[in-house]
């Protein structure tokens, strides 16, 4: 980027400090950062509002928690993250995904960051909420979907404006009679010219009447409309009165269908008459099916004379015998106290008398099983058109589910109070105006008022804030809370003054009491007593910053002076330092031969002589169990390498003596310098970790100096970066088998036989081969977890795949030096192999030259074992070590891969031609078979069948192919 391109009339420093204000501020747009591997380094508010993931959550995950499982299964994070690393940005819209599981429709922009040498950076990435216009967009789509929905169904409306007299035409309608279909608004004269002239008349009537007496609604009618070619065409019309608006003119709103074709067919009319005598008894039947029981009297006698299904179930039983209302004493109703109601006193009595026209009651009701059930019984007599009641009518409500959900409501309400009561926090409650509701013990103690006198004042005469800030910031954080409806934590902490002068030191937090409606009712403000808890801390302030063994700073105080020490050297003009990293050496021999006292004493005596040959104004900590930090202020390179020196010489001439043994130790220090371009002190801490480890690599007892573009360093943070990848690997299942064919080369039907190979999924230009990252893994010993990785995923995907394993001849599975060597590796493959259902006969482990004379007799140990249980093995890489063939005769291996070195230049070198039948007819001497690996062409297949080869392994033999999904 151009240097001017962004301009700022502040100073560096301060322009960025204000473009992160301005980002961590934005609330409605979630902004953060990633590195080059897309892990989060910065998260703001409104990343935090939008996708519910905290800073501490989000900061250091990888950026696919950010996206649903289904782009996570296809690599979208990544595919989204190389787009942006290839072009400069790149922007989609989809939906996204929040911590609680929601989703919402995300507009994301992602801009890989450059240094001025093209570097890559890392990743910024802005999202905007676009969920309300994903909305309206819906909106729009179901208008769209009603109009076809019209159309489908052949179907118009129109809708005729009373007080207007204007009558809409809908473009369906209009399209349906065969005009341009543009709505038309019509005078009602008008409108009536596109109704036939032999249906006109009594279409305006029809009309005229439901005008004049509103309750004859709604119109229903077939009649013809006039077509634009100018005959008629049936339709069945329904129109109803409608208000657009509260208190609005009445409109007459009419649906027209299409019903030409029914009325051109007698049969088809038919039909649908017998359609609609079904429909008339599926009504007839919509009593019975009614959630509500229906029971039917005879009035004035009170004979029960029907009952639906759901009041037969309510009651229990069948209303046969009941003649009169005297026979209502059959049915036990009681009352909330649990006195039963006299049948003369019962609601359909009282109906059935006339005593009341309407009314509505709550019972009880017991039925003859036993169960009580919370009836609402409505009762009415129901007066014909003579104006006799003949027929009283009850429906009943079984609302018990409803009265046992307000007793639990109220016992809940009861839990709560006494759980409030055992709070130790204090509580206060608010309405929306932010009066006091409610004080528990607790914070009546913390305000030094009682709820009673409490109750109904405002929060800011309760609260009494010492500290100005605070107490702004804690009335501000619930004014926003009431009007915004969001939780407010982190407040500043504040001291409480009771009104008996106590004071107490809190913590507040402030969040709404919002209804399932959604409905705002109060606030809730919770104040936490960490009045001890700061006393405590101030009195462990000290000890919390000191190393309690030696009295030296501890790790965290040397990183807060650390920190200010490179602030001063990133001043323009700053004094330079330097950082040594310093880890003892064989100090775990006197942990071991004295026990851990011992080496806590050494310690101490150790610290004691470092200090001696420490300035005043230098920091001496110990950060870890044997290891110790200093930072040397106003020194450059060669300065703090003499002091490093003297650190050095000072542990050489240190004896400690315990149980009669002398003890002498080394030291390994890394020492880099600090100056402006010091980044943090993360970076200091790691480039100073390292080069202790460069120096403990050349031999040890030594210091190694690391400066800008040291390739030694250059190389010890990418294995650290790919021992990193391979823990994340190992975490998210990103390692996967592959297999490559080995072919039998006797020109027989030769049965399966295959390598197994590692590969690690999600490079950027596809899986990444194992020559990447087994080097790191070699030197940070995690070779042996991918070992057993291997051979314990290899094993459980052939007993899984029975009818592969039965065509498999041999499955030849790598093994490094280190497992080689390691007996705990022997003890585990022999137990797994026991363990598993694939036969050890069809196992075979490649070892390579140098793994097996590393030690020797480990890896003939090793052999033997598995050998006894059917296993076999084959000598990897033969041919390119001195000794080849002297070691060959010692080890009782089945297979010889001959290094792929010679079998590549054997149709043009004829020593190595030479070397390859000469090894071939060696082995076959000493009953070993033989493997050609790095086939590449048919030239060389003829020359290893003529040689006498037995199996042959190259991209022309068969390529490595994913053995696991």
């Known amino acids: ?408 409501a109220a016992a809940e309400k009861e839990r709560a109070l006494v759980t409030l009561a055992a709070l130790t926090d204090g509580v206060v409650t608010a309405d929306p105006g932010g009066i006091v509701m409610s004080v528990n013990p607790a914070a009546e103690r913390m305000i030094g008022v009682p709820e009673a006198a409490a109750r109904g004042q405002r929060l800011r005469d309760v609260l009494q804030i010492e500290e100005r800030a605070a107490a702004d910031a804690t009335f501000a954080a619930i004014e926003h809370c009431l009007s915004q409806h969001r939780t407010c934590a982190g407040l500043p902490h504040a001291t409480l003054i009771a009104q008996d002068g106590a004071r107490f030191a809190v913590e507040n937090a402030v969040a709404p009491v919002i209804l399932d409606s959604g409905e705002l009712i109060g606030a809730v403000l919770i104040m936490h007593d960490v009045t001890e808890s700061k006393r405590l801390l101030r009195r462990l302030g000290f000890e919390a910053s000191h190393d309690a063994l030696t009295g030296l700073v501890n790790r965290r105080e040397f990183e807060v002076r650390l920190q200010r020490t490179i602030e001063r050297a990133q001043h323009p003009g700053g004094a330079c330092a330097a950082l040594l990293y310093m880890d003892l050496d064989q100090f775990k021999v006197v942990n071991d031969t004295c026990g851990h006292q011992a080496g806590d004493e050494l310690l101490k005596r150790l610290a004691a002589t470092y200090s001696e040959h420490v300035r005043e104004r230098d920091t001496l900590a110990r950060i870890g169990g044997d290891e110790f930090a200093l930072i040397v202020e106003h020194c450059d390179v060669d300065e703090a390498l003499a002091v490093a020196h003297k650190i050095l010489d000072a542990t050489r001439t240190f004896r400690y003596v315990c149980k009669g043994r002398v003890f002498q130790l080394g030291v390994s220090i890394g020492l880099t310098p600090i100056d402006g371009g010091t980044i943090d002190v993360e970076e200091a801490m790691r480039r100073a970790d390292h080069a202790c480890y460069i120096a403990k690599d050349r031999g040890r007892n030594r210091i190694y100096v690391h400066y800008k573009g040291d390739l030694d360093f250059a190389q010890r943070r990418s294995d650290m970066h790919w021992v990193t990848r391979l823990t994340h690997a190992f975490q998210n299942e990103q390692l996967q088998l592959y297999y490559q064919p080995i072919l039998a080369l006797d020109d027989g039907e030769a049965p399966r036989h295959y390598e197994i190979l590692l590969r690690m999924r999600n490079g950027r230009n596809g899986p990444i081969g194992p020559g990447i990252f087994l080097p790191a893994a070699e030197r940070y010993d995690v070779i042996v977890k991918i070992d057993r990785w291997v051979l314990t995923r290899t094993l459980e995907w052939l007993a899984s795949n029975p009818e592969h394993m039965e065509t498999l001849e041999m499955c030849s599975i790598n093994l490094s030096r280190r497992s080689l060597g390691d007996p705990s590796f022997h003890k585990f493959a022999a137990e797994l192999i026991d363990a598993s259902e694939v036969p050890a006969a069809k196992l075979c482990f490649e070892i390579t030259e140098n793994g097996a004379i590393a030690d020797m007799q480990k890896t003939i140990s090793f052999i033997e074992a598995l050998s006894a249980r059917g296993c076999r093995f084959s000598l990897d890489d033969f041919g390119t070590g001195m000794t080849s063939f002297s070691y060959l005769k010692q080890l009782p291996v089945d297979f010889i891969k001959i290094d792929g070195s010679f079998i590549q230049m054997m149709s043009s070198s004829q020593v190595d031609f030479e070397m390859v039948r000469f090894t071939n007819d060696i082995s076959h001497m000493m009953g070993r078979k033989t493997i050609a690996e790095y086939v590449s062409d048919s030239a060389i297949l003829a020359s290893l069948k003529a040689i006498g080869v037995d199996f042959a392994q190259g991209y022309w033999v068969g390529k490595p192919r994913p053995l696991t999904p």
Request: with cysteine; glycine share 8%; aromatic share 8%.
């Open 1 to 408: 980027m151009p240097e001017r391109f962004l301009a700022s009339t502040l100073p560096r420093h301060e322009a960025a400090e204000l473009y992160r204000l301005m980002v961590v501020g934005i609330r409605d747009v979630a902004v953060f950062l990633m590195d080059p591997d897309g892990y989060i380094t910065v998260w703001n508010a409104g990343a935090q509002d939008m996708k519910g993931y905290t800073a501490d959550e989000a900061i250091g995950s990888h950026l696919s928690l950010l996206y649903t499982d289904q782009d996570r299964a296809r690599g979208w994070p990544q595919h989204n993250l190389g787009k942006a690393a290839e072009d400069g940005f790149y922007s989609e819209e989809t939906w996204r995904k929040r911590k609680d599981g929601s989703l919402f429709w995300a507009h994301i922009a992602l801009t890989a960051l450059r240094g001025e040498d093209r570097q890559l950076l890392g990743f910024s990435k802005i999202t905007m909420d676009m969920t309300h216009h994903k909305l309206l967009e819906s909106c729009e789509k179901e208008k769209q979907e009603i109009d076809l929905i019209l159309r489908a169904a052949q179907a118009g409306t129109w809708k005729w404006d009373v007080g207007s007299g204007k009558v809409d035409l809908s473009r369906q309608l209009l399209e349906l009679l065969g005009y341009d279909g543009a709505p038309r608004e019509l005078d009602f004269d008008a409108c009536l010219a596109y109704v036939h002239p032999d249906d006109r008349a009594r279409f305006r009537t029809l009309l005229e009447d439901t005008r004049s007496d509103p309750l004859t609604a709604p119109l229903e009618t077939e009649l013809r409309f006039l077509r634009s070619d100018g005959r008629g065409q049936w339709f069945f019309l329904r129109a109803n009165w409608h208000r657009d608006i509260e208190h609005g003119p009445m409109q007459l709103l009419g649906a027209c269908v299409g019903i030409d074709s029914l009325k051109a067919a007698e049969q088809e009319k038919e039909v649908l008459l017998s359609q609609l005598r079904q429909e008339r008894a599926r009504f007839s039947d919509i009593l019975e099916q009614m959630p509500s029981g229906v029971v039917l009297a005879e009035v004035p006698s009170g004979r029960l004379t029907y009952q639906n299904r759901a009041a037969a179930g309510m009651m229990g039983r069948d209303f046969s015998g009941v003649d009169s209302y005297l026979d209502y004493r059959q049915y036990v109703f009681v009352d909330a106290k649990g006195e039963r109601i006299a049948s003369e006193n019962l609601p359909l009595t009282r109906a059935v008398r006339g005593q009341d026209v309407a009314r509505t009651d709550t019972l009880i009701y017991e039925r003859g099983d036993g169960a009580r059930l919370h009836l609402d019984v409505t009762t009415a007599a129901i007066v014909d058109s003579d104006g006799v009641a003949r027929v009283a009518i009850a429906v009943l409500h079984d609302v018990s589910k409803l009265k046992h959900m307000e007793l639990s």
